[in-house]
């Protein structure tokens, strides 16, 4: 018995030992697991409405500036004067372009004297990522600035890629029809551990002297070919990068924008001549810093920027010969963010931004307005498992002067915010969500000085936002991802202020029309499904109907009608096809009429209008190269339309891009 229970115990020496060896055993030699899941996308979950284009869908939209991704959003009304140099702003579910904040890596692109940003002047290439979100920003720690806007076009510039090597970039060549063509060369270079510098330049020529139908009521029709549409733009940017940890990071940026072009005029029975000429020159540095600990998150920006404009119309009826202006704005500014985790489910959040704008020109009366803008925001949010609740307040204190005045014209407003989301389900995943915004906007320094058109009695307008929707998200057949959201929106604007083109597309009346009431609903539909490893199908498509009703006067002839150039329906699709190295794409765009003057009467109606881009692509890859083809066609159908009166836009034309990343 003795030896057997000495057996007994050596037995269960060993394999005890084999037993506890075997995990470290297993531990060297087992394969590492994959585990492979979809990133949820803030706008499948947002208690605001989030639209969004990643790179995939940037390479399939066919165009060179930013306006023709942002256009494809659902309740985007872009104002297009046609051309690839023409001035394209948008109004976002009718509320005006200055409702329209842009922001550029979390800075701000801003107009002072319009207040309204020309989205020609940004180039979609280098961009990782662009979108447009309503009411709120997605982030919790952003400038007051953001939170001042009703919507926010998100830009984010592709970050370079280190793992391989310290030296990397890109190399592209644009070409196409009306003399365009369009290179652009990205370089990033590796300057320590913890630091690079990159810089992007982007060159645009175009004739734009496309064909076109006028239409000369009873005398018919005859072809001409469009005029001083040309342009010629430079863009620069140059950014140093240095990130001491994971979690902190900061960044001086500079942007050089310079363009010279013509502005077409408005096409009025035979009489198509414009000589028209706009040079911009403009600059901007920003500095940032961001830093995202555990509990608390801060972000710092300072700036300046610095824009000269000069118009010139030597065909100007007045006292002297031509017409020769120029303009200069600058701008500097000063920004403080954070927020902060209080508690396991509460985070606060304060933000402060400091503002001084100037204006000079030689029409201004030498009275060089200046604007000062304090803009303090604060909010608390409160999230569980299944809900996210918030809400806070917006203080604009702003004062205005000019040369000559002892006085400032100070204008204050609190503007309050709040959010809700729940999640119903879990699989499909439902949620509903609930946003109200209100917004303060003053007339930009155009609309209160601006010698030919400028009324310095206009006043600022208020409006205020309400949303609510449905949002459905689920994967099906194993491969599928399917996305629904669903938006109805309400919006009232007293005093809004409208901008109509007058003599031509620089030369705008303003005007408050009082009252406007707005309602509609939004349709956003999203699909992409994995066919198998070589192929894969995505579908987006966005509907909006809305009614933005003009409601200030019972007695006038446009009560209760549609408020010039918004249609009451858009519809926009992208479709695509990935297999192997061939990518094919295919997208939809739908506005349907609208009214050019404020009395809905049939000489003032615009009829709507379809056009269809398409576009094929090539990718392939070595150890260090990446080669790409894409041959896109616009207006496939070479569609005859028109979105501004007046304004024809181009017909069919091609262009051939071609890629060289390394």
């Not at 023409?86 to 200055?98: D, F, Q």
């Not at 030296?167 to 990033?188: C, D, E, R, V």
């Not at 330049?201 to 072809?223: K, Q």
């Not at 502005?263 to 540095?285: C, E, W």
Request: proline residues 3%; aromatic residues 10%.
């Amino acid at each position: 018995m003795k030896s057997l229970a000495i057996t007994g115990l050596l037995i269960g020496f060993c394999f005890s030992d084999v037993i506890a060896q075997q995990p470290i055993t297993d531990t060297i030699t087992i394969k590492g697991v994959e585990v492979k899941t979809r990133k949820i996308h803030q706008k499948e979950k947002s208690a605001y409405p989030i639209q969004s284009l990643a790179a995939k869908g940037i390479e399939s939209v066919a165009g060179t500036s930013v306006a023709e991704a942002v256009k494809t959003f659902s309740g985007v009304t872009l104002r297009d004067y046609g051309g690839t140099g023409g001035l394209k702003t948008i109004m976002v579910r009718s509320l005006g372009a200055n409702h329209t904040g842009v922001f550029i890596d979390g800075v701000a692109f801003t107009d002072i004297a319009s207040g309204q940003v020309d989205l020609s002047k940004l180039p979609l290439e280098g961009l990782e990522e662009v979108s447009l979100e309503l009411g709120n920003a997605s982030q919790q720690c952003i400038t007051a600035r953001a939170q001042a806007s009703a919507s926010l076009i998100n830009l984010r510039s592709k970050n370079p890629d280190f793992r391989n090597r310290k030296t990397n970039g890109n190399l592209s060549l644009k070409a196409g029809m009306y003399g365009l063509i369009n290179p652009t060369l990205s370089l990033n270079q590796k300057t320590g551990k913890k630091s690079w510098i990159g810089l992007n330049l982007n060159y645009l020529r175009a004739e734009s002297d496309y064909p076109y139908l006028v239409d000369n009521g009873p005398a018919g029709t005859h072809r001409e070919t469009r005029s001083n549409s040309d342009i010629t733009a430079l863009s620069a940017n140059a950014v140093y990068n240095f990130s001491p940890s994971d979690s902190s990071g900061f960044q001086a940026r500079l942007r050089i924008y310079e363009s010279e072009r013509g502005l077409p005029g408005a096409v009025i029975f035979y009489n198509p001549h414009s000589s028209q000429r706009l040079t911009n020159k403009d600059m901007s540095v920003n500095l940032q810093y961001r830093s995202n600990k555990k509990k608390i998150s801060t972000l710092s920006n300072a700036g300046w920027s610095r824009a000269w404009l000069r118009y010139v119309d030597p065909d100007y009826l007045g006292y002297t010969s031509s017409l020769d202006n120029k303009y200069l704005q600058q701008e500097y500014y000063l920004s403080q963010a954070f927020s902060a985790k209080t508690g396991k489910h509460f985070t606060a959040s304060a933000s402060t931004d400091l503002i001084v704008s100037s204006f000079s020109s030689n029409l201004y009366n030498n009275s060089n307005p200046r604007r000062y803008s304090l803009l303090v925001s604060g909010g608390l949010s409160h999230r569980t498992r299944t809900t996210e609740t918030s809400a806070g307040l917006l203080l604009s204190v702003v004062g205005d002067k000019k040369d000559g005045d002892e006085k400032m014209k100070d204008f204050s407003r609190i503007s309050p915010w709040a959010n809700f989301t729940v999640r119903i389900t879990d699989d499909p995943a439902l949620r509903f969500r609930l946003m109200y915004k209100q917004i303060f906007r003053l007339p930009s320094f155009n609309d209160l000085y601006y010698h030919l058109v400028g009324n310095p009695s206009l006043k600022p307008e208020n409006a205020g936002q309400i949303n609510s929707g449905l949002l459905f998200s689920k994967k099906v057949m194993g491969s599928t991802d399917v996305n629904l959201r669903i938006d109805a929106f309400g919006n009232r604007v007293s005093n809004k202020i409208i901008a109509i083109p007058s003599q031509n597309l620089f030369v705008w009346s303003m005007r408050n029309i009082g009252k406007v009431s707005t309602q509609g609903i939004e349709l956003q539909i999203e699909t992409e499904s994995k066919i198998n490893a070589e192929m894969s199908i995505g579908i987006s498509m966005n509907y909006t109907y809305q009614q933005a009703l003009d409601m200030t006067d019972q007695n006038s002839a446009s009560y209760k009608h549609q408020i010039p150039y918004i249609p009451y329906e858009t519809f926009s699709g992208m479709y695509f096809i990935n297999y192997r190295s061939f990518a094919v794409n295919y997208n939809l765009l739908f506005n349907g009429f609208r009214f050019s003057a404020g009395e809905n009467v049939h000489e003032n109606l615009l009829p709507g209008w379809w056009i269809s881009d398409a576009g094929l692509s090539w990718k392939t890859e070595t150890n260090r190269i990446t080669y790409r083809i894409k041959g896109e066609i616009s207006n496939l159908f070479n569609r005859e339309y028109v979105v501004i009166r007046s304004f024809p836009m181009p017909g069919r034309s091609f262009a051939l891009t071609a890629t060289l990343q390394f």
